[in-house]
């Protein structure tokens, strides 16, 4: 059964500071990861999906990165703003092309102070 | 509309009332998904849909929990003789295809069981 994880729960970062959030996940069979970001009391908005052939996908401050072998992701996000505060997830397809759902880690909550 | 629309966006209901939550997902979408945040936590799967058949109701809770979709559009998640456990916000996504492309989220409908 699919698992994901995701460190830390929580992060607070001054504003302008360059930071990493970390995904990992236990069966490397997946079809693709998508990040989402997560405001409070709000549904989800994707960031960036990024296709188990790919390593890497960028936009604007953002990067997505994807080592499927070793389970692992990582979203970077560069010169945090206060308006990046909110609740980041990660999410996995697993490898079955009829369609399977997305498997969602409990999110890495960041604040960033101005 | 452009998005995935969701009603309502708040519901209220007393403790063994049914309850049926909507979802309109973005147009030409053939993949949808609901599933249930409870407060604080992570998103769990609660069923797919591919067209209107649903391969995988897995994350069904219990047989208070069901839902059916209709002409490939419209989908409803009916929960009978609602539990205060059942308080969560229901998420409702839509995917073009089951392959590799990103999956959209309405705002969610936050159900109260009181």
Do not use: M
């Not at chain 1, 996000?77 to 505060?85: L, M, V």
């Not at chain 2, 452009?2 to 009332?17: F, I, M, R, Y």
């Amino acid at each position: 059964k699919q698992e994901v994880t995701q460190i830390p729960a929580a992060l607070s970062v001054p504003e302008g500071e360059n930071l990493v959030l970390n995904c990992s996940f236990t069966d490397s069979a997946i079809y693709n990861l998508q990040w989402f970001r997560q405001d409070p009391g709000k549904g989800l908005t994707s960031l960036l999906l990024i296709q188990s052939s790919q390593r890497e996908q960028t936009s604007g401050r953002l990067n997505a990165s994807l080592d499927k072998s070793s389970g692992r992701s990582t979203l970077y996000i560069a010169a945090s703003q206060p308006g990046d505060s909110a609740t980041y997830l990660c999410a996995v397809r697993g490898g079955n092309q009829a369609g399977t759902a997305l498997i969602f880690g409990k999110g890495t909550t960041l604040s960033v102070s101005s | 509309g452009a998005g995935v629309s969701q009603s309502p966006s708040n519901k209220v209901t007393e403790k063994g009332k049914d309850v049926e939550l909507r979802c309109d997902p973005i147009s030409g979408h053939t993949a949808l998904y609901w599933y249930r945040q409870r407060l604080g936590q992570g998103l769990e799967f609660l069923i797919y849909f591919q067209g209107n058949s649903a391969p995988d109701k897995s994350g069904l809770p219990s047989d208070r929990f069901s839902a059916e979709r209709t002409g490939e559009s419209v989908s409803t998640l009916t929960i009978q003789r609602t539990q205060q456990e059942d308080s969560a916000v229901y998420l409702c996504a839509s995917r073009l295809t089951p392959g590799g492309t990103e999956a959209f989220f309405g705002q969610g409908t936050r159900l109260t069981v009181v």
